[in-house]
C-alpha cells in the first residue's frame, strides 16, 4: 500500500498563508485522484478539496476563493494553497489518494491559525 506524507504544517497568524505538500510514491500517483480534507478536534473529517488525475478541482463551497489545490505529477505531489487563513481553519489536515478500489491517507499535518 502506498502512504501519501504530508508537510507544510504549522503554525500562521490569521491572515497569512500557508502551502502543504502530499507527496506519494510509485506509478500510480499520475492516474489516482488526490484529495485534501482536514479535521478539528471533537468534529467530523471534512472535504477541503479534490482533483482528478485529469486536473479537475473540487472545492468546498466555504473555502473556494482561498484554498488552491493543484499536482504537480512530475514530483508525484499534491499541493494545497490556503491564503487568507482564519482561525477556524486550524485542523489537522490529510492528504489521500484514491485509484479504483484502492483509497489510502496519510497521517496528516497540523495547522494551526492565531487570531
Known amino acids: 500500500q502506498v502512504q501519501p506524507v504530508e508537510s507544510g504544517g504549522g503554525l500562521v497568524q490569521a491572515g497569512g498563508s500557508l502551502r502543504l505538500s502530499c507527496t506519494a510514491s510509485g506509478r500510480i500517483f499520475s492516474q489516482a485522484a488526490m484529495g485534501w480534507y482536514r479535521q478539528a478536534p471533537g468534529k467530523q473529517r471534512e472535504l477541503v478539496a479534490t482533483?482528478?488525475?485529469?486536473?479537475?478541482?473540487n472545492y468546498a463551497d466555504s473555502l473556494k476563493g482561498r484554498f488552491t489545490i493543484s499536482r504537480d505529477n512530475a514530483k508525484n505531489t499534491v499541493y494545497l494553497q490556503m491564503n487568507s487563513l482564519k482561525p477556524e481553519d486550524t485542523a489537522t489536515y490529510y492528504c489521500?489518494?484514491?485509484?479504483?478500489?484502492?483509497?489510502?491517507w496519510g497521517q496528516g499535518t497540523q495547522v494551526t491559525v492565531s487570531s
Open positions: 489521500n489518494l484514491m485509484w479504483r478500489a484502492y483509497s489510502t
Open positions: 482533483i482528478t488525475s485529469g486536473g479537475d478541482t
